[in-house]
């Protein structure tokens, strides 16, 4: 079995870089890889790392699994549902408004890499939550992601 290859989504090699990880389900498998690769290679690295993991219950984090041994002071986690009995519905985009005091620092720094994978049906939501945050901290998002984008710090791999 293979997947998708190529050189675009990528961790960054700089041990400064923040990283913001958005995933769904299957989609926490490369921020497995980024963390290990964080945790072996830059023990002592400086950027942030935060995961916004969205699943329908519980029942889904296996996928999430080794994650979450790691402590918070390597990886913020956000573990989101959308599907518990008696919860009002969750998605990692209002979890990500929720922090929009500490994300939107991070999107206007050039230290900062965004990355989503998982469900195609988040994009539009992320997407939405993104422009929200920036627009309260000054930014506009319909510019910032492209020039993100252009200087290889905003990949989506989605399915």
Known sequence: MTGPFGATFLMPNDANANLIMICTGTGAAPFRAFIERRRRAMAEAAGRAILFFGARSHGELPYFGPLQEVGEDVLEKHLVFSRLPDVAKEYVQD????????LGPLLASPLTHIYICGLKGMEAGVDAAFAEIAAAHGMDW?????????????HVETY
């Open 142 to 154: 319909s510019s910032l992601k492209p020039v993100m984008r252009g200087q290889g710090r905003y």
């Open 95 to 102: 979890r990500m408004r929720g922090q929009a005091l500490e």
